[in-house]
């Protein structure tokens, strides 16, 4: 078990292109969770999955922003239209099933920079 | 709605006790995580606590009070390694999702 892997670590782009970044989370978890986080900031929850059904979406995540877990396996979250404003860490995180509270295992997260 | 409230910053001596706070006001409550996170890398749990009273684990303990809306993490003899970011939340009922404080950083100074 390698824990929850994010790709890329880091991403740089330009205002206005789309970005996607990929969970592949603990291999037996069927909860998977995409948070962003700010400099100085706590996590902020995006959404979530229970296998390849997306339960709950935030108000946060704007029209631009969308999550699949196609196979109940590996999650991506993609940006449409970059803005400025969407640079901050983008953490994901999985736990068993999350019926029994048990903790969240997260991943080290891809740094989005937005120039 | 759910507020979750913890200190921004906090200084402390090496060797010394700390003791780091957290209040929140939410619906759904289903316990309360404490989580250590370094600069730049994952959030990494130390404790979880759904019922009233000290968890202890090591250098580390974990309180809670559910009718005060309160927690608190301490932390013992502290060492240099100790300075992080330590993050406060609290999980929703039925959805296993966590609502975070925003951190507090925590510098130990020799």
């Known amino acids: 078990d390698t824990g929850v892997s994010q790709n890329p670590r880091h991403k740089i782009t330009k205002r206005g292109q789309n970005v996607t970044f990929r969970c592949d989370p603990i291999?037996?978890?069927?909860?998977l969770y995409w948070y962003r986080q700010t400099l100085g900031q706590g996590p902020e929850f995006l959404t979530y999955?229970?296998?390849?059904?997306?339960?709950?979406k935030s108000r946060l995540l704007s029209d631009r922003f969308s999550a699949e877990r196609p196979k109940g396996s590996f999650s991506t979250l993609e940006i449409q239209r970059t803005e400025q404003g969407d640079s901050a860490m983008y953490l994901c995180?999985?736990?068993?099933?999350?019926?029994?509270?048990?903790?969240?295992?997260f991943g080290s997260g891809t740094q989005l920079s937005v120039l | 709605g759910q507020n979750i409230d913890q200190p921004t910053e906090m200084t402390a001596t090496e060797g010394a006790i700390v003791q780091i706070n957290c209040t929140y006001q939410?619906?759904?409550?289903?316990?309360l995580f404490w989580y250590q996170q370094h600069a730049g890398e994952a959030p990494t749990f130390l404790s979880y606590?759904?019922?009233?009273g000290l968890e202890e684990k090591g250098r580390f303990s974990s309180f809670l009070s559910r009718s005060k809306g309160y927690s608190y993490l301490l932390l013992k003899e502290l060492q240099m390694k100790d300075s992080d970011s330590y993050l406060c939340?609290?999980?929703?009922?039925?959805?296993?999702?966590?609502?975070f404080g925003q951190g507090t950083t925590l510098q130990v100074k020799p």
């Open positions: 939410t619906s759904g409550f289903n316990g």
């Open positions: 606590n759904v019922l009233d």
């Open positions: 999955f229970q296998n390849e059904a997306q339960l709950e």
């Open positions: 995180a999985s736990s068993l099933d999350g019926t029994r509270n048990e903790k969240l295992f």
């Open positions: 939340a609290v999980i929703k009922s039925n959805t296993g999702k966590l609502i």
């Open positions: 291999s037996e978890h069927n909860r």
